[in-house]
């Protein structure tokens, strides 16, 4: 049985950061791309951070600068160090695993608020 999930959100205040860390068992960790992805209230969902099993990445143009993401194919985790962060980055946090056309599986997200 496949599993991602998510771990790491939380409140915080503008300026600040969080990591969230998405932790896959059930596949071949390695072999996957990987991606964080975030959905607001009333938004669509929309791209955070892709990662490929070669290690080239790509960020949605809202986080770029901001936000870096990492893998650890030993430990089938995947990271996202979110800094500066800002009111709008509010939203809920999920985690993807797919091959190069598509995403397989989803986690169940994790709630990140941006408040003062």
């Known amino acids: 049985q496949v599993q991602l999930v998510e771990s790491g959100g939380g409140l915080v205040q503008p300026g600040g950061s969080l990591r969230l860390s998405c932790a896959a068992s059930?596949?071949?960790?390695?072999?996957?791309?990987m991606g964080w992805y975030r959905q607001a209230p009333g938004q669509q969902r929309e791209l955070v951070a892709v990662?490929?099993?070669?290690?080239?990445?790509n960020y949605g143009d809202s986080v770029k600068g901001r936000f870096t993401v990492s893998r650890g194919n030993a430990k089938n985790t995947m990271d996202l160090q979110m800094n500066n962060l800002k009111p709008e980055d509010t939203a809920v946090y999920y985690c993807a695993a797919g091959g190069s056309g598509s995403w397989s599986y989803w986690g169940q997200g994790t709630q990140v608020t941006v408040s003062s």
């Open positions: 059930g596949i071949m960790f390695s072999f996957y791309r």
């Open positions: 990662m490929t099993n070669s290690g080239r990445t």
